[in-house]
C-alpha cells in the first residue's frame, strides 16, 4: 500500500494537487486510496462531481497504479494488485518480525500504567490498564520510538492502614504462600467493619501513627508491602511486563507537603478554610486541594511532585497515564494546574483514559469484596483452555498440552478486553470470556496454527521461489491487500494509542484468510499456483504473529 500511496501522491503533485488529502475508502470496491475534492471545488467554485471527473481526466496511470476513476466528488485510485502482491509478499518474507516497524527516532515517552494499590486485591479492573499499557508501549517500541514503563503505585495511607488494622485487630491466620492476594479479604473484611464509628475511629489512628512512624506499624507496613509487590511481580511476568521505574505514594510524600507550602509563599497557591489550594474557578475546573487542614498532601500535589521526577530522571518527550475515565475531570485540573507552576512539564502530559470493567451486577468494589480476582480468573481460563486444547489435539504432549493452555488463556484473557476502544465500558461475561469460537482470541491463534501447519507440510523452502504473477484469484488480492494495510496501521496507532484497531485488523485478516483456505486449494495446487500461495500463507502467518504480538498474545504453532 505504501507503494501505491508514493504513485498516487506523485500523480497528484504533478497536477499541482495536495496529496495530503488521500485517504482509504470504506470499502474495497471503492478503490484502494481516494482523493476527496470538496476543498478544489469550493477555490474552482465548481461542484465536487465535476471536479473529480476533472481531475481524473488529467491524472495518469502507471507504475502500481492501474486505474483513476471520478466517483461521485472523490477521485478513486485502484491498484494494480497482480504487480503490488510480489512486492508486499518479498518485504513481508524480508523483513519477517521486523515487517510493519518503523525507523529508529530520538523521540522518547513514558508510559504509566498499572497502579494497583499494595495491600488490595489484584482485579479484573487493573488487568485492562496492565493489557492497554503494555500494549501502546509495544506499538510505540516498533514504530521506532524509545519507550520508559513507568509504574504508580500507592502504598501508604488510609486504604494501608484499613488494611493493618484487619491484620492486628481480626485475628485472621496468615496463610504459608498466597499472602499478597490474602492481604486484599483483609482489606474487604475491615472495609466492612469499618462501619463502625469505633473502627474508623481506630483506622484513623493508625493512618496518623504510621505517618509519625511508629516503629512496629512501621515494621508492619514493610512486610505487608513486600507481600503485595511479590505477588504484583508475579502477575506482572504473566503478561510480559517489566518496568523501568516502580515510583510509590511514599516516596513523593515528604516532598509533597514541601512543594504545596512553597507554592503558597510564591503565591501560585491559597489558602482556603486552612487547606492549601489552587483555584481553577476561572478555567471552570473548580478549586484543586493540595494539602488539607491537618496537613496532609492529597493525590494532586503528590502528582506535581512526581511530574517533576519523572522529567529529572528521563526526560521524556510526553508521559501517557494510563487511567480510569473515572478520573478525567481530575487530569485535566492537574495538567491545567502544572501549568501554572510547571509548564515545561505539563506540555508532555496526556490522560489515555479507558472505560471501566464492571460485573453484569454491577460495578466492583474492592472494599466490598465484590470483584473477580486475577487468579480467580486465571485458573477458570486454564482449566476450559486445557479442556478445548486437548479435544482439538488429543495428540499433545502433557507439557506441550500445558504450555499451550496457558498461552490460549491467556491470550483469551487480553484479547476480550483489549478488542474494545478504551473509552467504552466492558461488562464482563463469563461465557463470552470463555468463548472459543468468532471474535475471541483462540480463533486468532488457531488461525497462526493452521499456517504453521500447512508450512509444516509443504516441507523446507515453503514460501521461497515463488511468482507474484501467479497470485490473481480474488481471494488471494483480498490477502494481499490486508497484509499491505499493517505498516500504516502500525503509524496510526502509535499516533493514537488506539490498539483496538490491531485486534480489529487481526480478526479482518484471519476471516479474509479463512474464507480464502476454504476455497482455494494451496498444497494440492499446480506447481506455481502453489508456490505464490505458500508464500502467501508464510506472509500471514508472519504479519498475524507480529500484530499479536503487539497486543501481547502469543501465536502457538500448534493448538
Known sequence: MQLLRLDAEKALKK???????????????????????????????????????????RLKTGGSIRSIVAAGPYVNFFADWEKLGSSVLRRILRENQSFGSGKKARRKIMVEFAHPNTHKAFHIGHIRTLALGESVSRVLEFAGIKVVRANYQGDIGPHVARCLWGL???????????????????????????????????????????????????????????????????????????????????EVEGPAVKLAKSLLKKGKAKLSDGAIVMNLEKHGLGVLVLLTQDGTPLYSIKDFVLAGLQEKEYGPGMIVHVVASEQEFYFRQLFRSLGITNPGVARKERHLSYGLVNLESGKMKSREG????????????????????????????????????????????????????????????????????????????????????????????????????????????????????????????????????????????????????????????????????????????????????????????KM
Open 168 to 250: 492486628l485487630k481480626l485475628g485472621l491466620k496468615k496463610p504459608a504462600k498466597g499472602k499478597g492476594s490474602w492481604l486484599g479479604e483483609v482489606y474487604a473484611k475491615a472495609s466492612h467493619k469499618a462501619t463502625e464509628p469505633r473502627v474508623e475511629k481506630e483506622i484513623r489512628e493508625i493512618n496518623k501513627e504510621l505517618y509519625a512512624g511508629k516503629p512496629s506499624l512501621v515494621k508492619l507496613w514493610k512486610n505487608t508491602r513486600k507481600w503485595s509487590l511479590e505477588y504484583f511481580d508475579g502477575i506482572y511476568e504473566d503478561f510480559g511486563v517489566k518496568f523501568d521505574r516502580l515510583y510509590f505514594e511514599s
Open 370 to 557: 465484590k470483584v473477580i480476582l486475577y487468579e480467580d480468573l486465571l485458573n477458570r481460563l486454564l482449566l476450559r483452555a486445557k479442556k478445548v486444547t486437548h479435544e482439538k489435539n488429543p495428540r499433545l504432549k502433557k507439557k506441550e498440552l500445558e504450555d499451550i493452555s496457558r498461552i490460549v488463556a491467556m491470550g483469551a484473557l487480553r484479547y476480550d478486553i483489549m478488542k474494545v476502544s478504551p473509552e467504552k465500558n466492558i461488562v464482563f461475561d463469563w461465557d463470552r470470556a470463555l468463548s472459543f469460537e468468532g471474535n475471541n482470541a483462540p480463533y486468532l491463534q488457531y488461525t497462526h496454527a493452521r499456517c504453521c501447519s500447512i508450512l509444516r507440510k509443504a516441507g523446507s523452502g515453503a514460501g521461497s521461489g515463488f511468482d507474484g504473477g501467479a497470485l490473481s484469484e480474488r481471494k488471494e488480492i483480498g490477502i494481499v491487500r490486508k497484509l499491505s494495510e499493517f505498516p500504516e496501521l502500525v503509524e496510526k496507532v502509535a499516533r493514537e494509542m488506539r490498539p483496538h484497531q490491531i485486534a480489529t485488523y487481526v480478526y479482518e485478516l484471519c476471516d479474509t484468510f479463512n474464507e480464502f483456505y476454504q476455497s482455494v486449494p494451496v498444497l494440492k495446487a499446480e506447481k506455481r499456483e502453489r508456490l505464490a500461495r505458500l508464500a502467501l500463507v508464510k506472509a500471514v502467518r508472519t504479519t498475524l504473529r507480529n500484530a499479536l504480538s503487539l497486543l501481547g498474545i502469543e501465536a502457538p504453532e
Open 15 to 57: 497536477e499541482g494537487l495536495d496529496p495530503s488529502l488521500l485517504e482509504k475508502p470504506p470499502k474495497p470496491e471503492m478503490g484502494d486510496l481516494a482523493f476527496p475534492c470538496f476543498g478544489l471545488a469550493k477555490k474552482k467554485k465548481k461542484s465536487p462531481i465535476e471536479t473529480a471527473k476533472e481531475i481524473s481526466s
